[in-house]
């Protein structure tokens, strides 16, 4: 397979030359290195990349430019390579142009001449963006390979942790991919019970569970130790910061999460009011980063769903989906929020094959050239449209509300605003779903009245609960399930802190457990909070573990 293509386009000949150097000298193993001396010849190449099926990966333009701009360039070749990263080369007396350029032209970065040095000002950030369009590729096929039916029972929980956790696999549809039922017949499998994963070695997974997944896959299902310093239940934002302080000050840490690291976060399709992301990370680049730091610093990650904690002689045990028992001196709650549940007709009997909870990331491609239904109005559901948007034939957004502008950041508002396939029905909610093993049609209620509208897919978000059903009595919590900590524990009715000395910041009703995230109430529901609140425990945790 050719090496993909990164094109530097600039008519100062001296420049040019300077540019294409430092590419290959830093890039020239994996990558072409291509030029052009003007933004119309670049256009001209880019053709005749495409009608020989070339990949460019970056264009690197110089704004000032006869005849077309490096802006003007940039927005022309989207159309012929739109999944390319776009980089713009100005002058320091272009710099407003340059960031306004991000939105009209949606180029991902700008530099400013001169970049010496390059391993500080240049291949930093090409590198960042290079590792972002390699992981938007489809991920090479290494012989893992999963047959189901799409709308199936199973099938959706088994793709969705495959993708999260960046597994390479097949999918293999009966109904797209008939000749799958003579891998299945080859094997002796029964092509009535699926899902089925097929492996490389032969061996085979009917009907798995995800801690079944887990295990076969290489993932972590067991704990190395009996007893830690801290135990971190959820992996979001908040339970991989807590995972990256804790691991790195030297206490022995165990973050447990049933599905993948991230949380609700790792499925968001692009964060873009992030502290120090100017053009946005994606929940899942962001949720691996932070999980390659936790483990390189010493902490441990373990695939399992943590079912109860109990709290013997100062010290606290928890209890796994499996039955087994790890101990540890403290318990950090990072489990987060869910999305709330529509509690309409036809929700239990749709859910998985048609109506999804989440942005669901792994359909995307499967919904190309339909009718995506998105209901809510926040941050997540915007992101999600905006995702949708790129593959789906029309995305409609359902908002109960009579604008977004109260639940919404501006960004995001904004840039549906200006983009075509998406529309806003707002005082609109969804009633019921319809269909015939599948979803086929909604009801919907409109300020004109009730309507059935013909729909496949259906992704709601519409506002958050905590997981907490599994605590203990012991440890106090709102009307909504929410974890009461710190100075919340003395100003609701009654004194709920029963202990002589005042709780720390985070801390819950019970001494050495606590609380960080959306789960804590009062939180704030963005993720740069949930990451201060998970890397501030470990401080309280420090001072706790001195008192013992």
Not at 8 to 18: C, P
Not at 217 to 225: P, S, Y
């Amino acid at each position: 397979m050719a090496k993909p293509i990164l094109l530097a386009v600039d008519d100062d000949v001296s420049v040019l030359e300077t540019v294409v150097q430092d590419l290959r000298r830093q890039y020239g193993k994996d990558y072409r290195i291509l030029r052009a001396a003007s933004g119309q010849a670049a256009l001209d190449i880019c053709e005749e990349l495409k009608n020989r099926g070339d990949v460019v990966a970056l264009f690197l333009s110089d704004q000032r430019m006869p005849g077309l701009t490096g802006v003007d360039f940039l927005a022309k070749v989207m159309a012929i390579y739109p999944d390319a990263k776009r980089v713009l080369l100005t002058a320091y007396t272009d710099t407003e142009a340059a960031i306004r350029a991000i939105n009209s032209a949606r180029i991902h970065y700008y530099l400013t001449k001169p970049w010496d040095p390059p391993e500080e000002k240049l291949y930093p950030v090409l590198d960042d963006l290079l590792v972002a369009w390699n992981e938007g590729r489809t991920p090479l096929y290494d012989g893992l390979r999963l047959i189901s039916n799409r709308w199936g029972i199973g099938d959706h929980e088994a793709r969705n942790f495959l993708s999260r956790n960046l597994i390479p696999f097949k999918w293999l549809d009966p109904e797209r991919n008939p000749e799958c039922l003579q891998l299945l017949c080859d094997q002796r499998l029964d092509d009535s019970k699926l899902p089925v994963l097929l492996f490389p070695d032969g061996s085979s997974l009917v009907q798995p569970s995800v801690t079944e997944i887990a295990s076969k896959v290489g993932l972590r299902t067991q704990a190395r130790q009996e007893s830690y310093d801290v135990v971190i239940a959820g992996a979001g934002p908040a339970g991989l910061a807590a995972a990256v302080y804790g691991a790195s000050e030297g206490l022995r840490t165990l973050i447990i999460d049933s599905l993948a690291p991230g949380g609700q976060a790792g499925s968001s399709s692009k964060i873009e009011n992030y502290l120090g992301f100017s053009q946005g990370i994606s929940g899942e680049r962001l949720a691996k980063e932070a999980y390659i730091q936790a483990i390189r610093l010493g902490a441990e990650f373990m695939t399992q769903r943590v079912c109860s904690i109990r709290s013997e002689n100062r010290y606290h045990i928890v209890r796994l989906a499996d039955g087994q028992e790890v101990s540890c001196r403290v318990c950090i709650i990072a489990t987060g929020v869910e999305y709330r549940r529509l509690d309409i007709p036809g929700e239990m009997e749709y859910f998985g094959s048609g109506l999804f909870y989440g942005a669901a990331l792994t359909e995307a491609n499967l919904c190309a050239d339909q009718i995506v239904h998105i209901v809510g109005g926040a941050n997540s559901a915007g992101q999600a449209a905006m995702y949708f948007a790129r593959s789906a034939a029309q995305v409609r957004m359902l908002v109960r509300g009579d604008s977004l502008d109260r639940s919404m950041s501006r960004y995001l508002i904004e840039q549906i605003q200006q983009t075509p396939n998406i529309s806003v029905e707002t005082n609109t909610q969804l009633k019921g779903l319809m269909g015939n093993g599948s979803l086929s049609e909604i009801s919907v209620e409109t300020p004109a009245g009730r309507e059935s509208r013909r729909a496949h897919s259906v992704f709601a978000f519409i506002g958050a609960a905590p997981k907490t059903e599994w605590l203990p009595e012991r440890i106090a919590r709102d009307a909504k399930g929410f974890v009461l900590a710190g100075p919340d524990l003395k100003t609701k009715a009654g004194n709920l802190w029963k202990y002589e000395r005042d709780p720390y910041l985070l801390e819950t009703t019970v001494p050495g457990i606590f609380v960080a995230g959306d789960v804590r109430f009062g939180s704030v529901k963005r993720v740069a909070s949930s990451v201060g609140e998970g890397s501030i425990a470990i401080q309280f945790v420090h001072q706790y573990l001195a008192t013992l």
